[in-house]
């Protein structure tokens, strides 16, 4: 079974363009994941997709950020126009429907933002 | 609010030595610990879990208990090996399933 895939792994951009990262999640997974690491800080919940629904977007920081999941598939996070504060690690997870306390995420390699 | 701290690294150890990371939580409510790994080059993966106050989570080795009174959730293992080298993180999840890590420790075991 694959797993979580994320691309690009890396992105440099300037400040003020535009990127566009994407998450393809667990083929079945109907819960979708973002999640944000600044250099050296904790990991950030950003929002959930629930096929393609968002759940929660309560993370989300600015509207700068924009997520959609068309389908209910994979999904995409672009953030217009991208500032300095921004740079870090994306991660996205899946998971399948919550049943209770069973839930477990599974995590992509994440993409390395960088805003110049 | 819920909160996930864990002790500052990166912590440098020889194989076979005996690890611990510190980690506390405050949350409202009753909430699921975990602990991931990040391997170099990967994604995060679940290490171990516990859904409740007084369970042992383990795996690889690696062991976890799920502490109430004192609101932590330490990890430790008996003896690392080079393979262990990752960055580990602790996380809560609450009941409304929101997902809240700690900064992350660099472990780093030498031969």
């Known amino acids: 079974e694959a797993g979580v895939t994320q691309f690009p792994s890396h992105s440099v951009i300037e400040k003020g363009q535009t990127v566009t990262l994407r998450c393809d999640p667990i083929?079945?997974?109907?819960?979708l994941y973002w999640y944000r690491r600044v250099m050296g800080k904790e990991i950030k919940f950003l929002l959930h997709?629930?096929?393609?629904?968002?759940?929660?977007e309560s993370g989300m920081p600015n509207n700068r950020f924009l997520a959609e999941r068309t389908g209910g598939t994979y999904s995409t996070l672009k953030v217009q126009p991208a500032e300095l504060e921004d740079s870090g690690v994306y991660f996205c997870?899946?998971?399948?429907?919550?049943?209770?306390?069973?839930?477990?995420?599974?995590f992509g390699p994440g993409t390395r933002l960088l805003v110049l | 609010g819920n909160s996930v701290t864990q002790m500052e690294g990166p912590v440098t150890l020889s194989e076979e030595a005996f690890l611990t990371i510190n980690c506390t939580y405050t949350?409202?409510?009753?909430?699921?610990l975990f602990w991931y790994v990040q391997y170099p080059g990967e994604g995060l993966q679940l290490l171990l879990k516990?859904?409740?106050?007084?369970d042992k989570g383990s795996n690889k080795g690696f062991e976890a208990t799920y502490r109430k009174e004192t609101t932590s959730f330490h990890l430790e293992k008996g003896s690392v090996q080079v393979s262990d080298s990752a960055v580990y993180f602790c996380?809560?999840?609450?009941?409304?399933?929101?997902?809240?890590f700690g900064t992350g420790t660099s472990l780093t075991v030498i031969p």
């Open positions: 997870a899946s998971s399948p429907d919550w049943d209770g306390n069973q839930e477990t995420q599974y």
């Open positions: 083929s079945g997974h109907d819960n």
């Open positions: 997709f629930v096929k393609e629904s968002k759940q929660d």
């Open positions: 949350a409202t409510g009753y909430p699921s």
């Open positions: 516990a859904t409740k106050a007084d």
């Open positions: 996380a809560l999840r609450t009941r409304g399933n929101q997902f809240y």
